[in-house]
């Protein structure tokens, strides 16, 4: 079945360490998104990758960095500089910027 | 930059009353439009899209949606709401050349029996 997979559901990490999410898609999509979701605020776009080797920061980039190595994988690093990481993320992707973004099941990360 | 506003963050309807959430968006060129809905615990899901052509957009559901270019607006709309639609709708727009999809702050919809 095609689709994207985000691992793992639930994380725990020590406040101080930097933690990475990982996406990968079996849909041939160019495009990749990583996405925060808290209540209230909708979804806020942190970064995204319209092809391999290439990506842009989104509105709330600050603390967080990626890498698109390959077309299936856009893994996410939350680094101690973020100062709320507690949060739950998703990750998405699109084969162009007309057509349907497709979710995996997000990572919810608890920072302690 | 490009920024999506919807107005209503809490909404409570009866059964069987009419719904339209409003979405504005602020970018001046070409924008591809969406309204995506999750249903609570499941993934989120695209209810309807505008790229071009007839502005009036029909989706799952019942829903539809009108882009108005000139007020920079894509409301959603349900004629009959069912206790069923309960669930967080979400605005997006993706612009025309640089694939940044960019979400709204999600309106909570609650149909009450």
Known sequence: DGGIT????YLFRKEGQNVTLSCEQNLNHDAMYWYRQDPGQGLRLIYYSQIVNDFQKGDIAEGYSVSREKKESFPLTVTSAQKNPTAFYLCASTYSGNTEAFFGQGTRLTVV | A????QHNHHVILSEAASLELGCNYSYGGTVNLFWYVQYPGQH???LLKYFSGDPLVKGI???EAEFIKSKFSFNLRKPSVQWSDT?????AV????GNKLTFGTGTQLKVEL
Not at chain 2, 2 to 5: F, G, L, R
Not at chain 2, 94 to 97: C, K, R
Request: charged letters at 15%.
């Open chain 2, 87 to 91: 669930a967080e709708y979400f605005c």
């Open chain 1, 6 to 9: 985000q691992s793992p559901k």
């Open chain 2, 44 to 46: 989120l899901q695209l």
């Open chain 2, 61 to 63: 559901k019942g829903f």
């Open chain 2, 2 to 5: 490009q920024s999506v506003s």
């Open chain 2, 94 to 97: 993706n612009t025309g050349g």
